[in-house]
T-cell receptor, first 112, second 118 residues
Framework: DADVTQTPRNRITKTGKRIMLECSQTKGHDRMYWYRQDPGLGLRLIYYSFDVKDINKGEISDGYSVSRQAQAKFSLSLESAIPNQTALYFC???????????FGPGTRLTVL | AQSVAQPEDQVNVAEGNPLTVKCTYSVSGNPYLFWYVQYPNRGLQFLLKYITGDNLVKGSYGFEAEFNKSQTSFHLKKPSALVSDSALYFCAVRVLLSRGSTLGRLYFGRGTQLTVWP
C-alpha cells in the first residue's frame, strides 16, 4: 500500500550493530504498529502506538525500541542486532473503527 | 485466551475449482474478524472483514468468508480459483485491550499458503 512506506526495503548488517527501520504514512491514522514475520509463525506484534504520546509493548518487544516522532512516523530500532532478529518487518497503520490495519511493503533484515 | 488458528499450512486446488481456507478463533465478546493476503515480496493486503450483520461477507477479488458463531469459524472461500490467487493468507481477530475500551489490536494466525495449479 503506497500510503504506508518503509525504509530501507532490504538491509544486511552484522551482529552488534544498531539498526533503525523507518515507517511513514499518509493515511492520517493515529494508530501505528510494528510486526515481524517469520516463516511458519505468522505475524507477531513488537510495539504499537495509539497516538504520538502513547507507546505499548507487544509480545516480542525484547531487543527492540521504538520512537513515534510524529503522527505520520514510527521508527523501530534494534539496539544491538543479533542473528535471530533476521526476519521480515512490517509497519502498519490502523483505522479507529474496527481496528482494520493497512500494511507497508516490509523490510527484509538479515543479521550476520 | 484469545487466539486464531489456521489448521492448514498449505492448501492446493486446481484452477476453476472452489477453494476454502479455514480459520477458527477464540475471543471474548463479539469478534471482529479479518482476512489478509500476502503476495510474494509484498505487504499484507486487506481482503474482507466481519463486524456484524450478515454471516456471509464479500470482499476483494471475488473472495467471501462465512462467519459461524457456533463453530467459532471464519472460513475464506472462492467459488472458482485462479492461478493468480496463489499467495499466503492470514486470518486475524481483533482483541480489545480492556473491557469497555475501543482500543484493540489484531492477533494473526500463522498463515495458509494457497497454491492454485493450472
Amino acid at each position: 500500500d503506497a500510503d504506508v512506506t518503509q525504509t530501507p526495503r532490504n538491509r544486511i548488517t552484522k551482529t552488534g550493530k544498531r539498526i533503525m527501520l523507518e515507517c511513514s504514512q499518509t493515511k492520517g491514522h493515529d494508530r501505528m504498529y510494528w510486526y515481524r514475520q517469520d516463516p511458519g509463525l505468522g505475524l507477531r506484534l513488537i510495539y504499537y502506538s495509539f497516538d504520538v504520546k502513547d507507546i505499548n509493548k507487544g509480545e516480542i518487544s525484547d531487543g527492540y525500541s521504538v520512537s513515534r516522532q510524529a503522527q505520520a512516523k514510527f521508527s523501530l530500532s534494534l539496539e544491538s542486532a543479533i542473528p535471530n532478529q533476521t526476519a521480515l518487518y512490517f509497519c502498519a497503520t490502523g483505522a479507529i473503527m474496527y481496528n482494520e490495519q493497512f500494511f507497508g511493503p516490509g523490510t527484509r533484515l538479515t543479521v550476520l | 485466551a484469545q487466539s486464531v488458528a489456521q489448521p492448514e499450512d498449505q492448501v492446493n486446488v486446481a484452477e476453476g475449482n472452489p477453494l476454502t481456507v479455514k480459520c477458527t478463533y477464540s475471543v471474548s465478546g463479539n469478534p471482529y474478524l479479518f482476512w489478509y493476503v500476502q503476495y510474494p515480496n509484498r505487504g499484507l493486503q486487506f481482503l474482507l472483514k466481519y463486524i456484524t450483520g450478515d454471516n456471509l461477507v464479500k470482499g476483494s477479488y471475488g473472495f467471501e468468508a462465512e462467519f459461524n458463531k457456533s463453530q467459532t469459524s471464519f472460513h475464506l472461500k472462492k467459488p472458482s480459483a485462479l492461478v493468480s490467487d496463489s499467495a499466503l493468507y492470514f486470518c486475524a481477530v481483533r482483541v480489545l485491550l480492556s473491557r469497555g475500551s475501543t482500543l484493540g489490536r489484531l492477533y494473526f494466525g500463522r498463515g495458509t499458503q494457497l497454491t492454485v495449479w493450472p
